[in-house]
């Protein structure tokens, strides 16, 4: 008993301190190696996407709090000649391609991460309008701090369901730890390398959370 009460000690002396102090070292160490990349990102990102190499959105942090994440753009603005933007598929360019199966376009969420909207490992942050969307567990996906990389990133990506995806941020929620962190670090590192999932089934990107039919359970139950 004493045993389990020192490792929840443990556990919870990480999350609610050490994690932070280390995603603000890490994040500023890491922007600060990876300076010339981000200068070299911007000049092309201006030069492929025609204008602002950045995309700016609101998305809900922890405990749903609104805050402006910060990316490398990956889609151009092209419109039809009603003024309405082009398919995801079509304003995805093959610059833009590259940028996501290298996870370089999430380069610039570091200032998130630095500023404290973030974590370096965390549930993605979604879109704000898919707050109403979630059921009440899914929710408790925003009991912590996004992250730019996530278990359900280490593990399927855009490859998995909706479903899926929420049941391991919640999972994580729940478990987190140091050496977990690390091991998701490597397994991302590994997915990245492999480019897996980078895409859904049937989208370009990841088709849109709609929500969760009464009675559909993720058929993801846990870690093997």
Known sequence: ?????????????????FKRVIDFILSL?????????????I?????????????FQERPGKNEKIFKLIKFRSMDSRKDKDGNLLPDNV?????GRFLRSTSLDE???????LKGDMSIIGPRPLLVRYLDRYNEEQK?????RPGLTGYAQAHGRN??????????????????TFIGDVRIIWDTVMTVLK?????????????????TPEGVLPDWQGPN
């Open 195 to 211: 480019r897996e999932g980078i895409n859904s089934e049937t989208s370009a990107t990841m088709e849109e959370f709609m929500g």
């Open 159 to 176: 490859g998995v369901s909706w479903e899926d995806k929420f049941a391991m941020d919640v999972w994580y929620t729940k478990h987190i």
């Open 140 to 144: 408790h996906r925003h009991d912590v």
């Open 91 to 95: 304003r995805l360019n093959k610059y």
């Open 1 to 17: 008993m004493k045993l389990l009460e020192s490792v929840l000690s443990k556990r919870k002396m990480y999350s609610k301190f």
């Open 43 to 55: 000049i092309l990102g201006a030069i492929f996407m025609r204008g602002n190499p950045f995309f």
């Open 29 to 41: 160490c890491a922007v600060i190696v990876l300076s010339p990349i981000f200068i070299v990102l």
């Open 107 to 113: 380069l610039p969420e570091l200032f998130n991460i």
